[in-house]
């Protein structure tokens, strides 16, 4: 691979500041988790990133905190610009440098910072409620990082790209446009503030796109805080760039500012297994959910029915999950349908605790295996005296993992109500809703979502609002076959290289969908679940290895360039800024 894409200095420093870095709690996360070791491969140790320090047992397994490059200035930096921050190693490919910076002390004068940034930049932080505060304080705190940095290593005058991610990092890049106007700056958003509002709350964005003001709806849907900064660091930054088609026409109707790259997502496939041990593990995951299942269901289920899933942020409408869910109520009276259905729904909730009795009859069907004398009885727990009492039938709540805060007013359990599913024995569909982060220690499972997503036949993320799509392209890299919608950043890119139909076979499907076609896409979905299930064995596992091939076409070693031809853009405006600075003295 190509060190460079011009002619440019390479950056003897490019600081990569998100909330999600250490911090597994969205899509982001995924993106420079998976970005890092082709960023490690083109600049080595240039290459660094700046999270929040949140000292949690999830950091904790994610951040190795160790002597690096960084010791010398670190200690500078607190001695001398009294910074609390932690320097070590991301445990992830590439391992990078990574600075975790503890923010809390810039609460004490946040008013103030937001006084700076309204008469520096006209930021509007009056309204700011939520996590606006939290995430301004951060970024702040970011900016003061790569300042502290900076004046460390003022006489070697180091090419430095501080790149920062979404709204929660926009008050960082204008804290450098202010103090560290030679720092070449790049801002990316991953989904417009404005455009997430309008859809979640459940207005028409693609039909009515041009007739939408963006300062006009972030007053009517009480999201100036958040679009101000977004939008003032779009504008400012050296560089602005967004990761989908679909997301740079919502940029330029409603930030008033089209980005000046699409740098779209890959991923990075390294840690997916292979051959035997990816079968292994598949293995052990479906036998984990079917367990789970039945711990909740109080009966046995087939050890090959066909299990679908969905997962991603909790926005019901914007991710589709009332399609999901719709689509599965349609399918449940498919007389065509003969074989069994367990879908899951991974979708972190407001999640209170693991359920006991779940837990405890786990515990028992588990048990029950172990002493059963004969393969058959491990394999068959209606066989065994042992199941039966593992199994005393169905229990309150047949529908989810865990107990949520404030369960009554749950979405998706509503849902699943309504539409009248029991998950009895006679149901040709059974749903169950797992409301928590699968980070190995959930109390019911306790297994990473990897471990768990390659147990699944098929999956659908059938999105109204989705700037790119990371969930159908991880399917992908395990095999999973799955399904999206056109909606989305990813389906759009899925269309371009011709899965322009609901031909599942394929490997994926694309369902077209728009403000007014949700029916329509309920039935298609249906019939995308029926149609696979009803393929025999060899056809799914062909249908298996069309998916992970297709993956291969989204890795990062194909999509790091425009990482690359962002970094060199936004330097080569910092240095005509640097020689019209000397040409002025």
């Known amino acids: ?22 911090n597994k709690v969205g899509g982001i996360h995924t993106v420079l988790s998976t970005h890092a070791k ?60 990574v600075i975790l910076v503890d923010f809390k002390k810039y609460y004490a004068y946040k008013n103030h910072i937001y006084s700076q940034f309204w008469e520096w930049f006209g930021v509007d932080s009056i309204q700011a409620y939520g996590d606006y505060d939290e995430s301004c304080m951060f970024a702040y705190a970011c900016g003061e990082v790569i300042r502290s940095w900076e004046r460390y290593h003022l006489e070697q005058d180091p090419a430095v790209v501080a790149h920062f991610h979404e709204w929660t990092t926009g008050l960082g890049l204008l804290y450098v446009k ?9 801002f990316t958003t991953h989904a417009t503030s404005i455009g997430r509002s309008i859809s979640g709350n459940g207005k028409k964005l693609y039909k009515y796109i041009e007739g939408y003001q963006g300062d006009q709806m972030a007053r009517e849907l009480n999201m100036v805080a958040k679009h101000s900064v977004e939008k003032t660091a779009a504008f400012q930054a050296d560089c602005f760039t967004t990761v989908s088609d679909i997301t740079a026409a919502e940029c330029a109707q409603l930030i008033g500012k089209a980005p000046d790259l699409v740098t779209p997502n890959g991923f990075e496939d390294d840690f997916v297994p292979r051959g035997a041990v990816a079968i292994a593990k598949r293995k052990a995951a479906r036998r984990l959910l079917l367990e789970v299942a039945e711990s909740i269901l109080g009966y046995s289920l087939n050890k090959n029915v066909l299990m679908l899933a969905t997962s991603g942020r909790y926005e019901f409408r914007n991710k589709g999950l009332d399609v999901f869910i719709e689509s599965l109520h349609r399918l449940r009276h498919d007389r065509s349908l003969d074989r069994q259905i367990l879908a899951y729904i991974l979708v972190p909730g407001d999640v209170s605790a693991a359920r006991q009795e779940v837990l405890q009859r786990l515990e028992a069907l588990r048990k029950s295996k172990t002493t059963s004398s004969s393969a058959k009885q491990q394999s068959d727990l209606g066989n ?137 896409v309920v039935r298609q979905t249906a019939g995308v679940f029926a149609d696979f299930a009803s393929l025999h064995s060899e056809e799914r596992k062909e249908v298996r290895k069309k998916a992970g091939r297709l993956s291969k076409q989204a890795l990062w070693s194909n999509f790091i360039k425009y990482y690359q031809q962002a970094y060199d853009l936004a330097l080569s405006k910092v240095k005509k800024y640097n020689k019209q600075k000397k040409t002025s003295k």
């Open 384 to 520: 065994s005296p042992e199941a039966e009492s593992a199994q005393p039938g169905p229990i309150y709540h047949p529908y989810n993992t865990h107990w949520l805060n404030h369960i009554e007013q749950d979405k998706v359990l509503n849902t699943i109500k309504h539409l009248g599913f029991t998950n009895g024995p006679d149901e040709k569909v059974k749903i169950i809703f797992v409301p928590c982060y699968l980070h190995g220690h959930d109390g019911i499972f306790n297994k990473s979502y990897y471990d768990i997503l390659q147990a699944f036949d098929l999956t659908a993320f059938l999105s109204y609002y989705e700037p790119w799509g990371y969930t159908p392209l991880e399917s992908l890299a395990f095999s999973v076959p799955t399904l999206t919608t056109s909606l989305s950043g990813f389906g759009r890119w899925l269309q371009k290289l011709g899965y322009k139909d609901t031909d599942i076979r394929q490997g994926a499907a694309v369902i077209p969908r728009n403000d007014s076609n949700y029916e329509e």
């Open 1 to 22: 691979m190509s060190k460079k894409v011009s002619d440019s200095r390479l950056p003897d420093r490019i600081f990569e500041s998100s909330w999600e870095v250490c």
């Open 178 to 186: 202010k103090h560290l106007p030679c720092v070449a700056t790049v």
């Open 38 to 97: 082709q960023l490690k491969v083109l600049y080595g140790e240039a290459i660094c990133y700046i999270g929040p320090d949140l000292q949690n047992e999830v950091q904790k397994a994610e951040f190795n905190e160790t002597s690096t490059p960084l010791d010398e200035w670190s200690a500078y930096a607190r001695r001398h610009d009294k910074l609390s921050i932690r320097c070590g190693r991301w445990n992830i490919p590439g391992e990078p440098l």
